[in-house]
């Protein structure tokens, strides 16, 4: 089936440094998606990218994509205390696989 | 802003017990999810629902099924619920091909 798996399950970074995260999935999608979780919470939407764009910003927030690798990144620049969380990418089409998760640990 | 409630934030069941789980959304969204989430696990999808009384299997379905009578509920049975089904389960909906799915707080279901 597809999956998103993200890497590195961890991270721990200074506040104001960049975080990177990564994500690959197995098979052909419309579009990819990263999210948020906050300790014992519901996943939040952050950002959409569909299969036939490469780069999207929002705010902070910086992610690619790669189709012929099956992979996608995201950036959290000049990150925050408040960014600490579990981020996690959805791949699919009108249904979402999701993968294990990057837990990011920003310290101040 | 899009609301998905889920019915309890908390639950403990016994074995052998049968468990609903609900989850009601507000934004008239086409298609609805249930995942459970484990440490190391991720999120694993259950079922998907894409229309009223439509319902598609996801990863992991053993032990579960779903109703949907209503396009705004989503409903998890646990037939007979069992130790191992102790998880976070999350509900989530979306409108769509290439739109943007909502979240539940989730609901931590301990079966002792």
């Known amino acids: 089936s597809q999956q998103g798996e993200e890497d590195p399950q961890a991270l721990s970074i200074q506040e104001g440094e960049n975080a990177t995260m990564n994500c690959s999935y197995k098979?052909?999608?419309?579009?990819l998606q990263w999210y948020r979780q906050n300790s014992g919470r519901g996943l939040v939407h952050l950002i959409l990218i569909r299969s036939n764009e490469r780069e999207k910003h929002s705010g902070r927030l910086r992610v690619t994509l790669d189709t012929s690798k099956k992979s996608s990144s995201l950036l959290i620049t000049a990150s925050r205390a408040a960014d600490t969380a579990s981020y996690f990418c959805g791949a699919g089409t009108y249904k979402y696989i999701f993968g294990t998760g990057t837990r990011l640990k920003v310290l101040a | 802003d899009v609301k998905v409630t889920q019915s309890s934030r908390y639950l403990v069941k016994r074995t052998g017990e049968k468990v609903f789980l609900e989850c009601v959304q507000d934004?008239?969204?086409?298609?609805m999810f249930w995942y459970r989430q484990d440490p190391g696990l991720g999120l694993r999808l259950i079922y998907f629902s894409y229309d009223v009384k439509m319902k598609e299997k996801g990863d992991i379905p053993e032990g579960y099924s779903v109703s949907r009578e209503k396009k705004e509920r989503f409903s998890l049975i646990l037939e007979s619920a069992s130790t191992n089904q102790t998880s976070m389960y999350l509900c989530?909906?979306?409108?769509?091909?290439?739109?943007?799915?909502?979240f539940g707080q989730g609901t931590r279901l301990t079966v002792v």
């Open positions: 989530a909906s979306s409108d769509g091909l290439n739109t943007e799915a909502f």
């Open positions: 934004m008239d969204h086409e298609n």
């Open positions: 098979t052909s999608i419309n579009n």
